[in-house]
């Protein structure tokens, strides 16, 4: 058996349930430390979960000691750090709050998930207050989807701005299965850095991610280095936009993310 570890985030084992998966394929049993056990749950009885440890795993699938390398992603990152190669970041999910999710398919628009605004990294100590955007800009995203889509309202946490034009706030009332059970059938997501980059890359969503001006240019290395082409692994459905942008190109990015939503239900 495999012993493998990432970092302790949700979305980071986001990540690691990929990894898991794609040892899994090629016939391993693995053990995964991860707080989070409902995200490998489509793999059943081909992982077994373990509380998060650092110590004692002969995997470690985590970016963290390649911040610094330019060209490659987190995702990426974890599996060069795994020593893997051909990973899929995908996520096998099957609907289990069926109720739930039929509720609001009814509606009949396209499902996005909004990420509540919260503390960033959720430590409490506000260490990566930089890299939440600038909330009226997310709002000015917000209006221009309104009508276009159900929005939803995911995340945990204490919210720091209230967005108005939210059609369904189930903020703070999902367990982690019900969110990856809403994610699973949402049409696309609007977030910031955090875990619904990887959420909605595991789904191969269009997704549309605000980010900070004021974390790209944080004094913090750490922070500073999460830049949208190092944390974003799929360009071909996430975009980001940075939050001192023109309301012109903020427009555009909205407008993509709808017609990609169109063009994903239309396939």
């Given at each position: 058996?495999?012993?493998?570890?990432?970092?302790?985030?949700?979305?980071?084992?986001?990540?690691?349930?990929?990894?898991?998966?794609?040892?899994?394929?090629?016939?391993?049993?693995?053990?995964?430390?991860?707080?989070?056990?409902?995200?490998?749950?489509?793999?059943?009885?081909?992982?077994?979960?373990?509380?998060?440890?650092?110590?004692?795993?002969?995997?470690?699938?985590?970016?963290?000691?390649?911040?610094?390398?330019?060209?490659?992603?987190?995702?990426?990152?974890?599996?060069?750090?795994?020593?893997?190669?051909?990973?899929?970041?995908?996520?096998?999910?099957?609907?289990?709050?069926?109720?739930?999710?039929?509720?609001?398919?009814?509606?009949?628009?396209?499902?996005?998930?909004?990420?509540?605004?919260?503390?960033?990294?959720?430590?409490?100590?506000?260490?990566?207050?930089?890299?939440?955007?600038?909330?009226?800009?997310?709002?000015?995203?917000?209006?221009?989807l309104r009508g276009r889509a159900l929005l939803v309202q995911v995340g945990k946490g204490e919210p720091l701005f209230r967005l108005d034009g939210i059609d369904v706030d189930l903020a703070?009332?999902?367990?982690?299965?019900?969110?990856?059970?809403?994610?699973?059938?949402?049409?696309?997501?609007?977030?910031?850095?955090?875990?619904?980059?990887?959420?909605?890359?595991?789904?191969?969503?269009?997704?549309?991610?605000?980010?900070?001006?004021?974390?790209?240019?944080?004094?913090?290395?750490?922070?500073?280095?999460?830049?949208?082409?190092?944390?974003?692994?799929?360009?071909?459905?996430?975009?980001?936009?940075?939050?001192?942008?023109?309301?012109?190109?903020?427009?555009?990015?909205?407008?993509?993310?709808?017609?990609?939503?169109?063009?994903?239900?239309?396939?």
């Open positions: 058996m495999i012993s493998i570890r990432g970092g302790s985030g949700l979305g980071d084992s986001l990540y690691l349930q990929a990894i898991a998966r794609h040892l899994v394929l090629r016939g391993e049993r693995v053990e995964a430390c991860s707080d989070w056990p409902d995200v490998f749950r489509p793999l059943g009885e081909g992982v077994r979960i373990a509380p998060f440890r650092r110590a004692a795993v002969q995997l470690v699938a985590h970016y963290s000691m390649r911040r610094h390398v330019a060209g490659t992603d987190q995702f990426t990152d974890c599996c060069v750090q795994a020593g893997l190669a051909g990973v899929e970041l995908r996520l096998d999910w099957r609907v289990g709050d069926r109720a739930l999710v039929d509720a609001l398919l009814a509606d009949g628009r396209p499902v996005v998930l909004v990420q509540m605004p919260r503390e960033p990294m959720a430590r409490g100590d506000g260490y990566a207050m930089e890299l939440l955007p600038d909330c009226g800009r997310l709002q000015q995203a917000i209006d221009r703070n009332r999902t367990s982690v299965a019900g969110l990856l059970d809403l994610a699973s059938v949402a049409a696309g997501f609007v977030g910031f850095c955090s875990f619904m980059a990887p959420l909605a890359e595991s789904f191969s969503a269009p997704a549309l991610f605000l980010w900070s001006r004021r974390g790209l240019e944080s004094r913090v290395e750490l922070i500073r280095r999460l830049t949208p082409a190092k944390v974003l692994h799929r360009p071909a459905t996430s975009r980001a936009v940075i939050d001192d942008c023109s309301d012109a190109d903020l427009t555009r990015a909205v407008d993509a993310l709808a017609d990609a939503i169109r063009g994903r239900r239309a396939a």
